[in-house]
T-cell receptor
């Protein structure tokens, strides 16, 4: 079984500061993929970043980077230079088999990020 | 990027009505689609996995006769909430994926269902 833990139910961050959203996971699968999604108040789920368990380097996508520490089973999302539009719910998720898209995702409980002007 | 279209975005109807929600992948063939339910301030709960041309796989505790899923083509899956009651009111969201390596699931914009 897979489990995702997000221990920060809510965070308040000053605009332009960097923010780290925590995510730890547990799985017995030797190969897996880790994802971060953003959900604004309108409800849509926006894919942000992906990290495969065998990727040697941490994933980066613009202002988003994933701090992947495999031995610690953590996959924290780092947002640099936060903007007001970053205010949203953020979900960490994992999929059991890194190389296929048809495996179901396991989601964490989410972190509500609020950027303060 | 990949686009998934979900309709309708909002439904308000009377108790006892059946409601159909459509999920379409617009620019890729979705071999698998997923249906989730989300209660306010909670995470997404997977309801079922839908594979094109075969029966859906439902998660434990989800009534398959209540939530009918059809995945008739590689671009369309439908969720029908049959004889809906107020407790079925929720946010329903679909996602679609191909079998391409390392590709994320792409989500529709969700359907907010309110049963009076």
């Amino acid at each position: 079984a897979q489990k995702i833990t997000q221990t920060q139910p809510g965070m308040f961050v000053q605009e332009k500061e960097a923010v780290t959203l925590d995510c730890t996971y547990d799985t017995s699968d030797p190969s897996y993929g880790l994802f971060w999604y953003k959900q604004p108040s309108s409800g849509e789920m926006i894919f942000l970043i992906y990290q495969g368990s065998y990727d040697q380097q941490n994933a980066t996508e613009g202002r988003y980077s994933l701090n992947f520490q495999k031995a610690r089973k953590s996959a924290n999302l780092v947002i640099s230079a936060s903007q007001l539009g970053d205010s949203a719910m953020y979900f960490c998720a994992m999929r059991g088999t890194a190389n296929f898209g048809n495996e179901k995702l396991t989601f964490g409980t989410g972190t509500r990020l609020t950027i303060i002007p | 990027g990949a686009v998934v279209s979900q309709h309708p975005s909002r439904v308000i109807c009377k108790s006892g009505t059946s409601v159909k929600i459509e999920c379409r992948s617009l620019d890729f063939q979705a071999t698998t689609m997923f249906w989730y339910r989300q209660f306010p301030k909670q995470s997404l709960m997977l309801m079922a996995t839908s594979n094109e041309g075969s029966k859906a796989t439902y998660e434990q505790g989800v009534e398959k006769d209540k939530f009918l899923i059809n995945h008739a083509s590689l671009t369309l899956s439908t969720l029908t909430v049959t004889s809906a009651h107020p407790e079925d009111s929720s946010f329903y969201i679909c996602s679609a994926s191909s079998d391409r390596a390392n590709q994320p699931q792409h989500f529709g914009d969700g359907t907010r269902l309110s049963i009076l």
